[in-house]
């Protein structure tokens, strides 16, 4: 199913009235048996006007729900509830909004997530933002869907540490939750599934607004400035990046071995026999970049400056090193422009309400 958007917005949809309803959902739907990151070579690449370069990233105009959970607003507005109610926790003190809050551009500003216990976790919170259109999830990708996703941090015992049954039991415990599960889930009412479809039909309305870079591939020459134009050529060409940050979300939605200096295996954890899924992560999207300090998967580099000193110079060298990691040779001034195009994909924040929670 898609929902016809006629504006989109951090954390809230206005929808345009659905006429039909048509099966889309996957994107990329072999994702989650990725392997081998295919090698593109950017030098030998034909070249490709402006134009064509700028059709690339064009705003979609609809967000996607999977056929077996369509959008409602009932779904929508339980979803929204369940995101914010620390209740999902067996502490009373984490919901899903602690690690993917909106006042950080839906992850939390830190280093690394903290769980139960306030102990550190392993990885980086990622953001949320334009989840809607990704075909696997988290940094390894060990979720195949959002609703996977959605109840994997609740029943971990590191995150929120709350075992499924003893969520149902919470819920069935506040009186207010009752007619809403039964507005979004007339058939099944609470179950484990509907909780998991509530929180990703959510999850889903959070799509990046219209950016600077938007208004410029549409005509606006003044939208963006001349550093940044800069930037999106050199971000197509010389620099390799759209290698892997393509599309209008700027993620290849694969991951790949980037040469950080980490013991983590990432992905090479599911797929221990391939050399290249070893250290590899998922590739992240860059739409609204400059609020999500500090980056990468462990949280390593505080600054997008230091993410292209990383890039310029190639990574630790190793087997599982991606084929495109290569240092790339750029000048002080082109790593400058890089960022300037970055800074040009951040859209005006729209606030996000905290719902009124169920009693």
């Known amino acids: 199913m898609q929902i016809v958007i006629s504006r989109m917005l951090r954390g809230a949809v206005v929808a345009a009235a659905i006429t039909t309803v048509t099966a889309t959902v996957a994107i990329r739907s072999d994702a989650a048996t990725v392997g081998q990151p295919v090698a593109i070579d950017v030098k030998n690449r034909p070249d490709a006007s402006p134009e064509q370069l700028k059709a690339k990233y ?73 989840a809607a259109f990704g075909g696997i999830f988290m940094w390894d990708g060990r979720a195949g869907s959002l609703e996977e996703q959605a109840l994997g941090p609740i029943k971990t015992d590191v995150e929120m540490n709350l075992p499924i049954d003893q969520l149902l039991e919470k819920l069935k415990g506040i009186p207010e939750y009752q007619p809403l599960f039964r507005a979004a889930f007339p058939k099944d009412g609470l179950t484990p599934e509907s909780v998991a479809k509530a929180l990703a039909t959510y999850e889903r309305t959070v799509v990046s607004g219209r950016a600077p870079f938007d208004a410029w591939i549409e005509g606006d020459e003044k939208a963006i400035s001349e550093d940044a134009k800069r930037g999106f050529t050199l971000f197509n060409t010389k620099a390799g990046c759209a290698n892997c940050h393509s599309g209008w979300n700027f993620t290849d939605d694969s991951f790949h071995d980037i040469g950080l200096s980490d013991a983590d295996i990432g992905r090479g954890k599911f797929l221990p026999a391939v050399v290249k899924m070893q250290h590899a992560f998922k590739t992240p999207g860059l739409r609204e970049i400059t609020r999500r300090a500090p980056y990468m998967h462990d949280g390593s580099m505080p600054n997008l400056e230091a993410v292209m000193d990383h890039y310029a110079n190639g990574g630790e060298i190793r087997p599982s090193l991606s084929e495109l990691m290569k240092p790339t040779g750029l000048s002080a001034q082109e790593k400058s422009d890089l960022v300037a195009f970055m800074k040009s994909l951040t859209s005006e924040m729209e606030p996000t309400t905290i719902p009124v929670l169920p009693r």
């Not at 009373?92 to 909004?97: D, E, G, V």
């Not at 950080?104 to 953001?127: C, E, T």
């Open 58 to 130: 064009r705003r979609p105009d609809s967000i996607p729900f999977p056929k077996d959970n369509p959008y409602t607003v009932e779904k929508a507005v339980l979803g929204k509830k369940l995101y914010f109610d620390t209740r999902l926790s067996s502490a009373n003190l984490l919901s899903c909004a602690s690690c993917h809050n909106p006042a950080y551009d839906w992850g939390d500003g830190q280093p690394k997530g903290v769980g139960h216990n306030m102990k550190q976790l392993g990885r980086r919170s990622p953001s949320i933002v334009n």
